[in-house]
Nanobody, 123 residues
């Protein structure tokens, strides 16, 4: 499975960006991770095939919204009220299997990864 992410860019604090990721074929679990300079990759959000199971990191809850279009094999991340600490390279991730809840935040649970898209939030 190949993942292609897009939508990153430069935005002022308080602004919004929308990231999009297209998979080359259907995957069960799709998500977003991010990695800031000098930090480890961290979980942002994930969504299962049905769209009814959605998970967020506490740091983005209430500001970010993940959604998917199974007909197009896409997953989007709408990011609102962006903060400078949201600055990072954002990676789309996916797995063909149903990632269990206890592992949803673990990057090792996802077999497929996109190339990353840079989001920069200026203060």
């Amino acid at each position: 499975v190949q993942l292609q992410a897009s939508g990153g860019g430069l935005v002022q604090a308080g602004g919004s960006l929308r990231l999009s990721c297209t998979a080359s074929r259907r995957t069960f679990t799709m998500g977003w991770f991010r990695q800031a300079p000098g930090k480890e990759r961290e979980f942002v959000a994930a969504i299962r095939w049905s769209g009814g199971n959605i998970y967020y990191a506490d740091s983005v809850k209430g500001r970010f919204t993940i959604s998917r279009d199974n007909a197009k094999n896409t997953v989007d991340l709408q990011m609102n009220s962006l903060k400078p600490e949201d600055t990072a390279v954002y990676y789309c991730a996916a797995d063909s299997n149903r990632v269990i809840v206890s592992a949803i935040h673990d990057s090792n649970s996802y077999r497929y990864w996109g190339q990353g898209t840079l989001v920069t939030v200026s203060s």
